[in-house]
């Protein structure tokens, strides 16, 4: 598997002090990326925050000075019609913007009054649109979509339709602090033996208690919610997770 990466979630954090908590996610705790979790109340039961306060919080940290390095914004866009975002979220200063599978087989150009250039329905449209805007692609399933969905996209011949990290979902996407579902696993290991380079994430309880099933799976993007954010030394956290993957 490629190196283990470390992103704690914001989800977790003060959301009156977000920009404390991303100069903390990055310069006290050694993180790689940091995951931001945008939930619109409708793809999932749950709201967070959008465009605006990513740009204001991306403006405390410096860009990646090499595509998915260091200070990465790894965008999880638990959102209906995730073709609507793209640009948005590119201004806002998104790196990596992982949109969910059952999301963009769910937008068809009626869900668009005004459609336009910015309508794109299938995945891997929508992957190539991403491309087109300047960040990375990840696509995420749900603990209750198959992985074998994702082999057309995976496999297309045009490498501006693939994208460059797939999340597995360990638990339903909402809400921090839910127990790890360890049934998840299988799915991992699954795309690991297809795919020995590709940046595979893993979302939903991890732990130190967790990570070593994640990781034996083949998990190497690893997020943390209240693992890292409720722990009083987090960046042990950090590095005992890194470890966990590296070993
Ligand atoms: C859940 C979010 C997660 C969340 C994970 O819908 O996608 O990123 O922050 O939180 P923990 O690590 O506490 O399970
Ligand atoms: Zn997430």
Request: glycine residues 6%; aromatic residues 8%; proline residues 8%.
């Amino acid at each position: 598997s490629p190196p283990a990466i470390i992103a704690p979630s914001i989800l977790s954090a003060d959301f009156a002090a977000l920009g404390d908590a991303v100069d903390s996610v990055f310069n006290k705790w050694g993180s790689d990326w940091v995951h931001v979790d945008i939930m619109d109340g409708h793809f999932v039961p749950n709201l967070t925050f959008g465009a605006p306060v990513v740009t204001k919080i991306r403006s405390r940290v410096p860009k990646p000075s090499e595509p998915l390095g260091k200070r990465t914004f790894d965008c999880h866009m638990m959102i209906a019609e995730p073709h609507k975002w793209v640009t948005e979220f590119k201004n806002a200063g998104c790196d990596l913007y992982c949109f969910h599978y059952e999301a963009a087989i769910s937008s068809t150009a009626a869900d668009s009054p005004s459609a336009t250039s910015d309508k794109k329905t299938s995945p891997k449209e929508l992957i190539k649109y991403i491309h087109s805007k300047g960040m990375k692609a990840g696509i995420a399933i749900k603990p209750k979509t198959p992985v074998n969905v994702l082999w057309d996209i995976l496999e297309s011949p045009n490498a501006d339709e693939r994208p460059e990290m797939v999340l597995v979902m360990t638990v339903e996407p909402g809400f921090g602090g839910q127990s790890f579902m360890a049934s998840e696993l299988p799915k991992v290991t699954e795309l690991r033996k297809r795919y020995p380079d590709m940046h595979i994430e893993v979302d939903g309880g991890l732990s130190e208690k967790t990570i070593d099933q994640a990781a034996d799976a083949g998990a190497n993007v690893i997020v943390a919610g209240s693992a890292v954010f409720g722990a009083s030394d987090p960046g042990q956290v950090v590095k005992a997770l890194r470890n966990a993957v590296d070993k």
